[in-house]
């Protein structure tokens, strides 16, 4: 049985929260610091060159052998164009269905069907257009005589984002270009030193500011501005809130958004000519300029917003120099290390531990509150990289995967942009809830654009149908709430998301059609139709079209959820018929479907009926572990036999899946770290990024299949997540039971400080040659904990004040909040 020791109140009271020697000696920014991306070579490529960024703005820095080349790109800039069009020929979800349950169930596909050909052609058409998407805000280049100057390569500190990019002159002189973007504004400094760090004398023959090749026709060109006597080269870019076929030439519209990209030097600029290959004087052309001969400086600055809020003139900018660089960096400086100091790891596994490291760098340069919530590919973009399947939200997965490292890891200030989305996707999704199911609650859309919407941009009955986006879409929110444990957020944030999810969920599940009749004859709710995510699509018949796995585990997910914020914010009276309805649907649920491997062993399987041996795209027949939370390693031994047995059997064609189905293996105990860390390497590009690659064929893919055919879209933020795979290894706190180094191997030491576990406990812990040493632990809210011992022999535990002795087991703790605990082994 397991012991249980509740601490007394009345000991706690009035004493510290500090226990000395609190905490490991453990510097994540120290330990990000050995981490660096290197490049000994010039690395032309935009998968090549370093990735810079403050969480709106994100720069490329790349190198060619005569050039250093910048990318710019940010979050809130988009290409704002929406088309909205057969808004009435859409029709409605019953009319819609009632077409399709006539279609022949012996068609091979529904296209076979005329209708439902030119219905599907029709509702596709608005995301079938170019636009919405991210806008690449342009380059900048410094030209360099090769005859002078050879790039080396360069370096990336992710302790604290800064680039180095190494020059060696004609006389043998080391040069350092060294930048960075400004943590706190939408801008890039850049200064050139010596070998000894002092500034030096410029070596770059030109500057030249190029707005973006992929810049569409059909909306007004950049307008360029020069004034080379300030140093100054600039344009400045319209984005039309209209449609082409609407906008009236030259006419502005009031949401017309602009962007101006202006670079600054600390001297004046000069024209200068060249003989080209023809042989004929090519004067410079407008946005290029020779430099002074003085010491390098350079600032350069992104404006956007509305078009009336970006100046038609020259912005004023302060001259750059060594004043501003320094403070800037030294203020970077100080952001960084906040952000190193939210938590940190120390493994015993190099490889492990950068893609630990380097992953938490590359989020913190692509998200943050206050900033438009990344697409697909962040804010990375040049020419149409970054702009496939519109870089929009998709979600059944991109969207939501990325922010799931931001629990764990203590960064919940990372999860608000994914918050913001949300809260600005309630208004169509309530409409398309209302209007197109007529229903109440809302219907999240299975893709989405930060722009304007008065309509779901993907009304397809193929993955347009996919149920359990809905339940997905608000699931991080209740996360949000139960790993800070933050009522005003539950409250004020996550409520009302969740509610409207719940009723239309419960709406939709108590339709005629879910319940009894012919089709089921059974007394359980279905869910139906519905489709499972990357799979099938809708079939004729309606075949795997019902009671999807992640439909189940998610409505089951989010049912929960809000029976618990009820409880937490007092509110159970009010909702008592949305409470009736959950435990009605919950009483007569219907089971996870299964299937029999040619062994006999029975897995879990996506949809009723489905073959064992079928290979998925998203990782399907562990969503009950995750993100399900339903199964784990608190399950029963039948169950985690059943979970075994569909992870080994499980096959899965990439793309979707390196952070996703590694996650969940990590959370049923059988990840081998090997294993996870041969799939990163495979999927890893120059920059250090991890971008989304094929696995294997017998699923959408074939054998003359591009395998890295996805390598080459952008820069993919999904995979940032990987840190959460590590996290998992080190503790786990799904179920409110922590436990520790679930998934770590006992020959491998390592430690980490301040990982997040559900209800606002911030843990800290130390396994070396296999033995656990002390656990520290931090209550923020004051809850309840409960943690499975580490030791057979019991343990020691220390809160301020006193001790207490207790057996192995689990142990459960009432904390207070602030309050400081350590868990030591019994000698």
Request: hydrophobic letters at 40%; aromatic letters at 12%.
């Amino acid at each position: 049985m397991p012991k249980y020791f509740s601490c007394i109140l009345a000991l706690c009271l009035g004493l510290s929260n500090v226990i000395p020697g609190y905490g490991q000696p453990i510097s994540g920014m120290a330990i990000a610091k050995k981490h660096a991306i290197i490049s000994n070579k010039p690395a032309p490529g935009f998968f090549e060159g370093a990735l810079l960024g403050n969480g709106g703005m994100g720069v490329n820095v790349t190198t060619r052998p005569d050039a250093i080349v910048l990318y710019f790109g940010h979050n809130n800039v988009w290409d704002i164009r929406l088309a909205e069009n057969h808004k009435e020929e859409i029709g409605t979800f019953a009319q819609v269905f009632d077409k399709v349950k006539n279609i022949p169930a012996t068609y091979n596909n529904l296209s076979d069907d005329a209708w439902y050909n030119q219905y599907s052609n029709m509702a596709g058409e608005n995301y079938r257009q170019p636009y919405p998407r991210p806008f690449p805000c342009g380059s900048v280049l410094l030209g360099l005589d090769r005859r002078k100057v050879q790039v080396l390569g360069h370096v990336l500190d992710i302790s604290n984002g800064l680039c180095t990019v190494k020059l060696l002159t004609a006389n043998k002189q080391h040069l350092s270009l060294l930048i960075f973007t400004d943590m706190a504004a939408d801008r890039l400094l850049m200064q050139l030193v010596d070998d000894k760090g002092k500034p030096a004398i410029g070596v770059f023959d030109r500057i030249k500011v190029m707005p973006d090749p992929s810049t569409p026709s059909n909306i007004p060109q950049p307008q360029t501005q020069e004034d080379l006597t300030a140093g100054m080269l600039s344009f400045r870019q319209i984005l039309p809130f209209e449609e082409p076929a609407i906008r009236k030439a030259d006419a502005d519209h009031l949401k017309d958004k602009a962007f101006r990209l202006t670079v600054k030097v600390n001297g004046a600029l000069s024209k200068t000519s060249r003989i080209n290959w023809n042989g004929v004087t090519e004067n410079m052309a407008t946005l290029e300029a020779a430099l002074p001969a003085a010491p390098f400086y350079a600032s350069i600055s992104l404006q956007e917003g509305l078009a009336t809020a970006v100046s038609k003139d020259l912005p004023a900018i302060s001259k750059p120099g060594a004043a501003t660089f320094s403070s800037v960096l030294a203020n970077n400086h100080a952001i960084w290390k906040a952000y190193w100091a939210k938590s940190a790891v120390s493994l015993d596994d190099t490889f492990l531990e950068q893609t630990w490291y380097r992953n938490l760098y590359f989020f913190n340069c692509a998200a943050k509150e206050g900033v438009t919530c990344p697409g697909l590919f962040a804010n990375w973009s040049y020419n149409n990289i970054g702009t496939a399947w519109h870089g929009d939200y998709h979600m059944n997965y991109n969207t939501q995967q990325p922010f799931w490292v931001t629990f764990s890891s203590n960064h919940l200030e990372k999860n608000l942009p994914y918050v913001s989305l949300i809260q600005k996707l309630m208004p169509v999704s309530r409409k398309w809830a209302q209007e197109y199911y007529n229903l109440p609650g809302a219907y999240f859309p299975h893709s989405a654009y930060p722009v304007e919407m008065s309509m779901n941009p993907y009304p397809l009955p193929d993955w347009g149908w996919e149920i359990s986006e809905t339940p997905w879409a608000v699931q991080g929110l209740w996360w949000h709430y139960l790993y800070s444990g933050d009522k005003e957020f539950l409250r004020k944030q996550a409520y009302e998301p969740m509610k409207a999810a719940v009723q239309f969920l419960t709406a939709y599940m108590k339709r005629p059609d879910d319940h009894g009749g012919e089709r089921w004859q059974d007394d359980k709710y279905h869910i139906f139709p519905t489709v499972p995510p990357e799979l099938y699509g809708l079939r004729p018949g309606f075949k795997f079209n019902s009671d999807c796995n992640v439909d189940l585990t998610l409505t089951k997910f989010i049912f929960k959820a809000f029976e618990q914020s009820t409880e937490v914010l007092g509110t159970r009276t009010e909702e008592q018929q949305l409470l009736a309805d959950i435990t009605d649907i919950l009483k007569y649920f219907p089971d996870y479907p299964t299937a029999l491997t040619a062994s006999g062993d029975r897995v879990l399987v996506a949809v009723p009926g489905e073959n064992a041996n079928t290979v998925y795209n998203v990782p399907i027949p562990l969503f009950a572990a995750f993100p399900g939370e339903d199964y784990g390693l608190h399950s029963d031994e039948a169950t985690q036999r059943l979970l075994k047995n569909t992870y080994q059997n499980q096959q899965n064609e990439g793309g979707n899946d390196l952070v996703f189905i590694n996650l969940q293996a990590a959370r049923i105990g059988m990840l081998n770290l090997d294993d996870f860390k041969r799939q990163i390497n495979y999927c890893l590009l120059p920059n250090g990024t991890a971008t989304d690659m094929v696995m294997q064929t017998k699923g959408r893919y074939n054998d003359q299949t591009d395998y890295a055919y996805m390598a080459g879209m952008g820069i993919w933020f999904e995979n940032f997540a990987l840190p959460a795979v590590i996290n998992e290894c080190l503790m786990q706190s799904y179920n409110g039971t922590i436990r520790l180094f679930p998934n770590w191997p006992k020959n491998k030491d390592a430690r980490f400080k301040n990982l997040r576990a559900a209800g606002a406990f911030l843990i800290s812990a130390v396994q070396i040659k296999g033995k656990v040493n002390t656990i520290d632990i931090l209550s923020e809210k004051g809850q309840t904990l409960r943690l499975i011992s580490p030791w057979t022999k019991g343990a020691v535990i220390t809160i301020t004040g006193g001790k207490k002795k207790v057996a192995s087991g689990e142990i459960v703790i009432q904390t207070l909040p602030g309050q400081r605990i350590r868990l030591s082994p019994l000698n």
